[in-house]
């Protein structure tokens, strides 16, 4: 057997001996699990080397099982950036702790709580100044987690103190939301309230013997069987729909790029926001592909171009040599559905069910299907594959029939635009 040291796990920090000692490897070493002999508390610190001095130090930074194993792992990560960036990860405990005793002396409100996991949990800082670390990257994610807590709960329920936050009041707030509509949004919201809640029971800005009234809430709207879930959307084209879309599109007040974007998601079977994004770069008309660098899947994927795509990128690119096909960065999934509203409200939106962009996407995939196109050609075409290696080399596996069902689709396309043509003749 190999001596290779292994991972820490929780059921080695669970089975410790008092005054006994653990580290952890790989990118979490530094990671050291101590049990003091004296009081039998489980702590975890971190030591690492300080820049300039090279002197050994060992930190405090929290305790099992306030603290889990994996929370303090990111917290580790946390720690060591700052190291990166020429900080003091001491001093950044140290101005922690001065952050929840400073709490603890005044009488802190649901906002006051609210920036403190913001800005110490969800945000991380550098060691002695009190900028965010790489604040022009900050993820997408925590641009979401600060602008979610930022509307109806500060708006709502910011001024009252913290500690008298009710059940009740978490119910009424979430509800709200999902009266709009915003059955996923309000699942999200009330899974953050619930972090704030622990996270500052678990700092003990908020004493331990405090119910989290959020959890309170959510285990009520469980038991009350409240749906967090909008059904699912399965509206795509009809034929018929389609041949009107076509026929309106070249007309409509749209601007210019809104309309070949619309297009060309037709033509693909792409995403509109993966359109709005895309480079020129990322463009190779010579192999008539399109790779997605990115995708919502997390993985890249190259999208086979028919004709009739590459005849539209070719005539887009005589009048724009900038980074993007669509330079104009108000193009984006929301921007498009804001439009469509807009044309609906003046009269002026195509006479069909209510749609939105991206239906043209689902309108792909039930056309290649009407088509008779393979079920797994015609998730290839979307990116759509098992997860891995296998999923990766699957697409790369069809690139040659998704070119071949694509053209058909665009034919297909072509075709629709004249009235007297019929899905029938080319089945």
Same mark, same amino acid.
């Not at 974007?261 to 033509?267: A, E, R, S």
């Not at 999923?391 to 069902?405: F, M, P, V």
């Given at each position: 057997?190999?001596?290779?040291?292994?991972?820490?796990?929780?059921?080695?920090?669970k089975n410790m001996k008092n005054g006994s000692r653990l580290t952890d490897t790989n990118e979490n070493r530094g990671l050291i699990v101590k049990k003091s002999p004296k009081t039998k508390k489980t702590s975890f610190f971190y030591r690492y080397e300080e820049l300039g001095?090279?002197?050994?130090?060992?930190?405090?930074?929290?305790?099992? !099982?306030?603290?889990?194993?994996?929370k303090a792992r990111v917290e580790l990560q946390k720690l060591k950036q700052i190291r990166r960036n020429g900080g003091s990860p001491a001093d950044e405990i140290k101005q922690q702790k001065n952050v929840?005793?400073?709490?603890?002396?005044?009488?802190?409100?649901?906002?006051?709580?609210?920036?403190?996991?913001?800005?110490?949990?969800?945000?991380?800082?550098?060691?002695?100044?009190?900028?965010?670390?790489?604040?022009?990257?900050?993820?997408?994610?925590?641009?979401?987690?600060?602008?979610?807590?930022?509307?109806?709960?500060?708006?709502?329920?910011?001024?009252?103190?913290?500690?008298?936050?009710?059940? &009740?009041?978490?119910?009424?707030?979430?509800?709200?939301?999902?009266?709009?509509? #915003?059955?996923?949004?309000?699942?999200?919201?009330?899974?953050?309230?619930?972090?704030?809640?622990?996270?500052?029971?678990?700092?003990?800005?908020?004493?331990?013997?405090?119910?989290?009234?959020?959890?309170?809430?959510?285990?009520?709207?469980?038991?009350?069987?409240?749906?967090?879930?909008? !059904?699912?959307?399965?509206?795509?084209?009809?034929?018929?729909e389609l041949k009107k879309f076509l026929q309106w599109l070249p007309e409509c007040p749209l601007p210019k790029d809104i309309k070949n974007?619309?297009?060309?998601?037709?033509?693909t079977g792409c995403?509109?926001?993966?359109?709005?994004?895309? &480079?020129?770069?990322?463009?190779?008309?010579?192999?008539?592909?399109?790779?997605?660098?990115?995708? &919502?899947?997390?993985?890249?994927? #190259?999208v086979q171009l028919s004709k009739q795509a590459c005849e539209l990128l070719q005539e887009i690119k005589k009048d724009n040599t900038l980074e993007y096909i669509f330079p104009k960065r108000g193009n984006n999934q929301n921007s498009l559905s804001k439009k469509l509203s807009y044309l609906k409200q003046k009269n002026r939106m195509l006479d069909i069910e209510d749609w939105t962009p991206h239906d043209l996407r689902r309108t792909v995939r039930t056309g290649l299907a009407q088509l008779n196109c393979p079920t797994e050609v015609a998730?290839?075409?979307?990116?759509?594959?098992?997860?891995?290696?296998?999923?990766?080399?699957?697409?790369?596996?069809?690139?040659?029939?998704?070119?071949?069902?694509?053209?058909?689709?665009?034919?297909?396309?072509?075709?629709?635009r004249v009235t007297s043509y019929d899905i029938s003749d080319i089945i």
């Open positions: 057997m190999s001596g290779k040291k292994q991972p820490l796990v929780d059921l080695k920090i001095t090279k002197k050994s130090r060992e930190i405090k930074f929290g305790d099992y !099982p306030d603290m889990s194993l994996s929840v005793k400073k709490c603890q002396s005044k009488s802190e409100t649901f906002k006051d709580l609210i920036d403190l996991y913001l800005i110490k949990y969800i945000e991380v800082r550098k060691g002695k100044s009190d900028n965010i670390i790489n604040d022009s990257k900050i993820s997408k994610y925590q641009k979401e987690v600060r602008r979610t807590l930022y509307s109806d709960p500060i708006k709502k329920l910011g001024k009252y103190k913290a500690t008298d936050i009710t059940k &009740k009041q978490i119910i009424s707030l979430i509800m709200d939301v999902i009266n709009r509509n #915003a059955k996923t949004q309000a699942k999200f919201m009330l899974n953050l309230l619930v972090s704030v809640f622990d996270y500052a029971i678990g700092l003990d800005v908020l004493d331990e013997s405090i119910t989290n009234p959020a959890l309170l809430a959510k285990r009520t709207l469980l038991k009350s069987k409240i749906k967090f879930t909008n !059904p699912s959307k399965i509206r795509h084209f009809s034929i018929l974007i619309f297009l060309l998601t037709l033509y995403r509109t926001g993966e359109w709005c994004n895309a &480079k020129w770069e990322h463009i190779d008309l010579s192999n008539k592909t399109f790779l997605i660098p990115i995708a &919502k899947n997390n993985t890249s994927h #190259a998730e290839a075409v979307l990116g759509h594959s098992p997860k891995g290696i296998v999923g990766t080399y699957n697409l790369y596996s069809y690139a040659d029939q998704c070119r071949e069902w694509l053209q058909r689709w665009c034919d297909h396309i072509d075709n629709l």
